[in-house]
Structure formats: C-alpha cells, structure tokens
C-alpha cells in the first residue's frame, strides 16, 4: 500500500535535523570549516566554505513552492559566506512552472538523484519479527557521553572522508533532546553509527554508516531496528529516510535494507548543483 505523505513534513524533519547536526559543532570546528548556516524563507541554509568533500553546503527544508527571490537570496548568502559550491534539495511538489528559468538565471544544473522514504511506524515494528538475527559478534548499544568521539569518528571512516575536523560534527548531539545515537559493535570494535532524531511524531534516520569491514553482517539492519523500537517506545508515527537512488547497474544495500523493513519511496528528489 502506498503512503501519502506530505512532502513538506518529510522535508522539515529532515532540514531540522540537519541545522541541528551542524549547530552543535565546537567553535574552532567551525571556523576550520568555514560553516555558517541561515534559515531563508522556509528552508534551511547550511554552508561550509572550506569543504574537500563538496558535501556539507546545502539547501532544504522547502516546504512551499520555491520563487525565483527565495534562490536569489540563498545564492547571495552562499556569496557572502564565501562557498564555492552548493547544493539545493527541493522535493518535486515544491518545484514551480519557472523552475527552468530560475535554473538559468541562477546557473543551477541537474546532478544526482535521491529517494525520500517513509514509513509507518507500526508496519516497520511488524516486520522487524519476521526478520533474522545479525550475524553473531554484532551488538547495538546507545552512545554513552564518554563514546561521543570515537562515534564520530567511526560515522566519517564509514563514509571516507576526512577525520581532521569532520569528526567534530556529530559527538556535540550525543545527549540533546531528540537526538538519540546508537553504536554497533563488533566484538569490542565500534564499526558503525546510527542516529534516530525525533520531533513530536516523526523519526528522522540520520548519520547512518558501518565501516567496510564490518560490512555485510547485519550491522546496519541492526542500527535500523534499534532505532525503530526506540521511535516506537516514545510515540513516534512516522519513519523518515532519505538515501541514494539507484541508477542502471547501480545496487544501494541501505536502500534494499530499509525496503525489508517495509520502508517505500515517497518521491524522488533532484540535487540541484550550484557553483560559484
């Protein structure tokens, strides 16, 4: 059965967790980074100028149809927080007739795509019965203070980027309201992370990884179930995911792991590259 969800609820979830995320970072992180962040309309604006992965700058959270200002704004801020790229997320709904113009004027160009998911949170508890066990030696536990560290630490090797610096994004959430993170272990190893952030009756996924070689064992089926219990036990309704969609040849195991729990794509979302 389909799910009608909507898309400015799945977005906002999304777009807070993410303001939140690159709030709490230390000071000296944030000058090393270049971040800055603004709320524009009502989408979040975050910004990292001295960004080697081209990842961290980004727009979201539009939760009406965008207008050719509200870009132009969100440009000039880019400009003036000196970022030489960014990228705007905007769920399709949101999309207006002159999008294309808007595109033109703004020299924002087509990139790759992302699937926004949902799910009910009863439907994923169910299926979580009918699901085997991980592998032995795996283990899931929430993230004491004291393991804040070496838990963003494990988050940025899982995704390959750089430790120096990026590390420190993720530890300052271990203990906010909402935000509830969780370790898998593989024997007495941290090999992966994964983060339920809850507002009201949503569930937001985030900063989900494992570390390669501890890959295929569960873990991250794991990670998603002790999240989904945890949204359960505090009233949550609603699941929200987002990850990678798949291209010809192309296989996403997070996106087939979250299927199994009963997770289905809302929409199809375009990454909208913007360039100094």
């Known amino acids: ?4 969800v909507d898309p400015s609820v799945t977005e906002q979830s999304e777009a807070e967790a993410w303001f939140q995320f690159q709030k709490y970072v230390p000071d ?12 524009i309309g009502d989408a979040v604006a975050l910004s990292m100028s001295n960004d080697v992965t081209r990842f961290w700058s980004k727009s979201l959270g539009f ?6 200002d509200v870009i132009r704004e969100i440009c000039d801020f880019y400009r003036s927080a000196d970022a030489p790229q960014a ?8 999309l207006p007739e002159d999008w294309k113009e808007i595109c033109q004027k703004e020299d924002l160009t ?5 699937v926004k998911l949902v799910c009910p949170v009863q439907d994923a508890v169910a299926r979580l019965d009918t699901l085997q066990s991980p592998a032995s030696g795996i283990r899931i536990t929430p993230v004491r203070p004291e393991q804040a560290r ?20 993720g530890p300052g959430t271990v203990g906010l309201p909402g935000w509830h993170p969780f370790a898998a272990w593989l024997d007495d190893e941290l090999v992966g992370t994964g983060t339920v952030f809850v507002q009201g009756e949503t569930a937001q996924m985030f900063a989900g990884g494992v ?6 064992r569960g873990a991250q089926t794991a990670l998603l179930a002790a999240r989904v219990r945890l ?19 192309e296989h996403n195991p997070s996106l087939h792991n979250m299927f199994r729990l009963g997770f289905q794509v809302a929409y199809e979302r375009r990454n909208w590259a913007w360039v100094r």
Request: with cysteine; proline share 6%.
């Open 1 to 4: 059965m389909t799910i009608a």
């Open 28 to 39: 000296a992180t944030r000058a090393a980074l270049g971040m800055g962040s603004a709320r």
């Open 63 to 68: 939760k009406t149809a965008v207008t050719a």
């Open 87 to 94: 990228t705007f997320q905007i769920a399709p709904a949101f």
């Open 110 to 114: 087509p990139q790759s795509l992302w």
């Open 150 to 169: 070496e838990w963003g630490r494990t988050m940025y090797r899982s995704y390959g980027m750089p430790l120096e610096h990026y590390s420190e994004m």
């Open 211 to 216: 570390l390669p070689h501890a890959r295929q």
């Open 231 to 249: 949204a359960q036990e505090l009233g949550c309704r609603l699941l929200i995911a987002e990850t990678g969609a798949e291209g010809p040849g």
